[in-house]
T-cell receptor, first 112, second 112 residues
Framework: DVKVTQSSRYLVKRTGEKVFLECVQD?????MFWYRQDPGLGLRLIYF???????EKGDIPEGYSVSREKKERFSLILESASTNQTSMYLC???????????FGPGTRLTVT | AQSVSQHNHHVILSEAASLELGCNYS??????LFWYVQYPGQHLQLLLK??????LVKGIKGFEAEFIKSKFSFNLRKPSVQWSDTAEYFC??????????FGSGTKLNVKP
């Protein structure tokens, strides 16, 4: 079974803090994605990566950065958290030639 | 810009009723289309996908979807819903640059 895990299910941070969200997949997938999920807006792509040290901006990259130092791990960084970044964050991965995304359980981040 | 529209935000049905959820996409090039489902408290998981060939695609749990290129549509159907189908359903597209776009989601509530 493909497994995508995320470091925390729930996280509460203060405005201005630096926040790290970690995602790990165990199926040797090349592509990894970070989305945020908000009611009525569906999933919006923040960043994706198709290889180690490679990254591409999604539709809403502002306020976020990413890091992919190892194939299995893709980190989302909020340099200075703000209240409008309160959301559910989902990580996903796919094999290069397969388009089926496998999702993690999500991290519900609250910024106060 | 590429986008996916889901017109029904919240659908309430009785068990055994037929289901059709609308999905329209905007990309004019080659597109791959997907329906994902998120059961309460669970990960997003793939219901079905369309890449090419037969426009009528069958997925898991009795779901099917029809790709109509002329209408840019990929509607999800099920002849007879069950209480266990209560979930949120997302339509998604993928373009040639490996970017995925999700609709805003449709919450389905099936009354027993």
């Amino acid at each position: 079974d493909v497994k995508v895990t995320q470091s925390s299910r729930y996280l509460v941070k203060r405005t201005g803090e630096k926040v790290f969200l970690e995602c790990v997949q165990d199926m040797d997938h090349e592509n990894m994605f970070w989305y945020r999920q908000d009611p009525g807006l569906g999933l919006r792509l923040i960043y994706f990566s198709y290889d180690v040290k490679m990254k591409e901006k999604g539709d809403i990259p502002e306020g976020y950065s990413v890091s992919r130092e190892k194939k299995e791990r893709f980190s989302l960084i909020l340099e200075s958290a703000s209240t409008n970044q309160t959301s559910m964050y989902l990580c996903a991965s796919t094999k290069r030639m397969s388009y089926e995304q496998y999702f993690g359980p999500g991290t519900r981040l609250t910024v106060t | 810009a590429q986008s996916v529209s889901q017109h029904n935000h919240h659908v309430i049905l009785s068990e055994a009723a037929s289901l059709e959820l609308g999905c329209n996409y905007s990309y004019g090039g080659t597109v791959n289309l997907f329906w994902y489902v998120q059961y309460p408290g669970q990960h997003l998981q793939l219901l079905l996908k369309y890449f090419s060939g037969d426009p009528l695609v069958k997925g898991i749990k009795g779901f099917e979807a029809e790709f109509i290129k002329s209408k840019f549509s990929f509607n999800l159907r099920k002849p007879s819903v069950q209480w266990s189908d209560t979930a949120e359903y997302f339509c998604a597209s993928r373009n040639n640059f490996n970017k995925f776009y999700f609709g805003s989601g449709t919450k389905l509530n099936v009354k027993p």
